[in-house]
Every structure is written in structure tokens, then in C-alpha cells.
């Protein structure tokens, strides 16, 4: 059974910098396609950036040039490294996996199949 184990988060100021570290345990095909995905009270969850099994990715428009995502082909570690964060970063950010084909939509919550506990990040101005 696929896990994932997310990790990092915290407090930042606007204008700083966290790394967020999703641990996946239990697929013995390589890497499912991941995404990182975010949420904020009485929104939907919304696509951060998503990495197809071979590498591809794609991020929302809103991180690109801040966000980073990358992967630990050893350890089976996605990372997310996040700069000059802002206020409207704040959110619980979610690792997801999909087994299988790859998603459709890259950054649509209903492809992913597996999903880590949330982590908080939140950015004060």
C-alpha cells in the first residue's frame, strides 16, 4: 500500500523561504505521478505543481518563478522548495500520488488517488 509522509511547513515571514518534503513508501514501480496541491478554509483544493512519472511537469501560473518542485530518486522524496513566499501562500499544502496512467488534468485534485496529511504553511506580511 502507497504512503506518503509529508514534512516542513511552518511560519514564515513574506518574502522567505520553506521546503516541504513528501516521503513515498510502499510503490515498487519507480515514482507515481506526484502533485502538491494546496488548500485554504472554504476553498477547493487547488494544483500547485504536478510531476508525471517521467519527469514532466506543470505549475499553476500563480507559482511559477517561486515555486520548485523536485525528486529524490533514491529516497523516493518529492520536494517542494518555496521562495520569496507571500501572505497569499498561506495555505495547508497537500502531496498527492496517482497510480496508474498519467492524470488528464495535471492539477485537478480528482486524479490523484493517494494523498498525505496536510502541512500549514503561513507567511505574515
Known amino acids: 500500500q502507497v504512503h506518503l509522509v509529508t514534512s516542513g511547513g511552518g511560519s514564515v515571514q513574506s518574502g522567505g523561504s ?3 518534503s513528501c ?5 515498487a514501480y519507480g515514482w507515481p505521478h506526484m502533485a502538491w496541491f494546496r488548500q485554504v478554509p472554504e476553498l477547493e483544493r487547488g494544483g500547485v505543481v504536478s ?3 517521467d ?3 506543470r505549475y499553476a501560473d500563480s507559482v ?3 515555486f520548485t518542485v523536485s525528486r529524490d530518486d533514491d529516497n523516493l522524496t518529492l520536494y517542494l ?14 502531496c498527492a500520488a496517482r497510480l496508474g496512467v498519467p492524470p488528464g488534468e495535471m492539477l485537478a485534485a480528482q486524479q ?3 494523498w498525505g496529511q496536510g502541512i500549514q504553511v503561513t507567511v505574515s506580511s
Do not use: C, F, N
Not at 516521503?23 to 510503490?27: E, L, P
Not at 522548495?81 to 497537500?94: C, F, R, V
Open 112 to 114: 490523484y488517488d493517494i
Open 51 to 53: 510531476v508525471r512519472r
Open 81 to 94: 522548495q518555496i521562495d520569496s513566499l507571500k501572505p497569499e501562500d498561506t495555505a495547508m499544502y497537500y
Open 55 to 57: 519527469g514532466t511537469t
Open 18 to 20: 520553506l521546503r516541504l
Open 23 to 27: 516521503v513515498v513508501s510502499g510503490y
Open 64 to 66: 511559477k518563478g517561486r
